[in-house]
């Protein structure tokens, strides 16, 4: 029997996550058999007509929904935001230049690690201090070529309230807040994002930048590593991720059709606002990151009694609501609300707090 079911569970992952009931539907119709191609998406050369317009209307999707210049690129490849911030240190930080690093989590500090191996970069702003509880303010100026940021802390749930105001370019990993609100593009020489946490399943990344500020670093650049390498091959220069693809062209499809990323903030904002405010009201539940800092997406908090912890989580799973346990670093809990999350989910992930005020309070 086919299954109709809407959403019997109401999913918080904070990556791989929820996407489109309609997207999942598309993307396995797709692996049986393409637009009725006779063939599946998995099993057709990436070179075939229909994938070749797969990739383009991915690619040009990118640009309008986020109202791209025409001086950006935009690449779909593969090795995840982890190696984007290997790629991304290649491709912009110059010999004998410096990049500066905002450290406002695991995944920036990760990616400082990964361009110390490249060049010179360094620790401009961070707040592991005080657990990485907040965005710490970014000064105005910096005396690097580059400014690296992280716009959303995933396993904190902190996020930049918007575009950074600076006197540097500003490259961004936006893996889990792109396309979750407009951007001022023209601030960023350089963006990427890992396809699994508003875009699509896991598999590809998604590499956006500024045409006139790449080729400057010096250095021989790896083939793989190298953006110009890709964008001269219309991001096919070797096998791409098919399936990751697609089904984040079909999440893009779904995202246009919905009144794109103006929409998405607003239906995000609604979100974010029903999940604070229970966590500020609800007595047994209090807020991990500072509030000035708060992530839209990720909305960390724990439990006042961390003895009603494990409690919590069975009363949660018992509804329905999924992946709600927080980061092994942070502890608590996490309710991620990507674009695909309806508000009806975390509607009822109050009640439950609600109903478990009522049986612990
Ligand atoms: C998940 C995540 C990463 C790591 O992504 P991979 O695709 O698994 O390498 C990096 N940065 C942020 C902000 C993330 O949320």
């Known amino acids: ?22 997207v999942l539907q598309q993307a396995s119709d797709a692996v049986r058999d393409l637009d009725g191609n006779g063939l599946s998406l998995i099993e057709m050369s990436h070179r075939s007509k229909p994938f070749v317009a797969i990739m383009e209307e991915a690619r040009q999707l990118v640009r309008t929904e986020l109202g791209l210049p025409d001086h950006y690129e935009v690449l779909f490849l593969q090795g995840g ?174 995202l246009r059709d919905n009144g794109g990323v103006a929409a998405a903030q607003e239906r995000n904002a609604a979100k974010a606002a029903c999940i604070y405010g229970e966590i500020d009201r609800n007595p047994l539940f209090q807020g991990f990151a500072d509030v000035a800092s708060r992530s839209v997406m990720n909305a960390t908090f724990t439990a006042v009694d961390d003895a009603n912890t494990a409690d919590f989580l069975s009363a949660c799973e018992a509804a329905g609501v999924s992946g709600i346990k927080g980061h092994r670093s942070v502890g608590g809990f996490r309710a991620s609300m990507y674009n695909a999350l309806p508000l009806e989910s975390v509607e009822v992930l109050v009640e439950v707090m609600r109903e478990f005020e009522r049986t612990h309070g």
Not at 116 to 132: H, I, M
Not at 221 to 232: C, F, G, Q
């Open 81 to 254: 935001a982890s190696l984007g911030f290997l790629t991304a240190a290649m491709n912009f930080l110059p010999e004998g230049g410096s990049m500066d690093y905002a450290v406002t989590g695991t995944w920036a500090k990760n990616a400082l690690k990964e361009a110390k191996l490249v060049g010179q970069a360094q620790a401009l702003t961070s707040s592991e201090e005080t657990g990485f509880d907040r965005i710490p303010a970014l000064p105005a100026t910096s005396s690097a070529d580059f400014v690296h940021i992280t716009t959303n802390n995933t396993i904190f749930g902190t996020q930049y309230a918007g575009d950074p105001v600076m006197d540097k370019p500003i490259v961004a990993d936006m893996s889990s807040d792109i396309f979750s609100r407009p951007i001022d593009v023209e601030k960023y020489a350089c963006i990427y994002a890992g396809a699994q946490k508003n875009m699509g399943p896991a598999g590809t990344v998604l590499y956006i930048y500024d045409k006139n500020q790449i080729g400057k670093t010096g250095r021989t650049i790896p083939s793989y590593l190298d953006l110009a390498v890709h964008a001269d091959k219309d991001s096919m220069f070797n096998t791409p991720p098919v399936f990751a693809v697609y089904t984040s062209m079909l999440t893009l499809r779904w």
């Open 1 to 22: 029997m086919m299954s109709t079911t809407t959403h019997a569970i109401h999913n918080f992952s904070a990556g791989p996550c929820i996407l489109p009931q309609s």
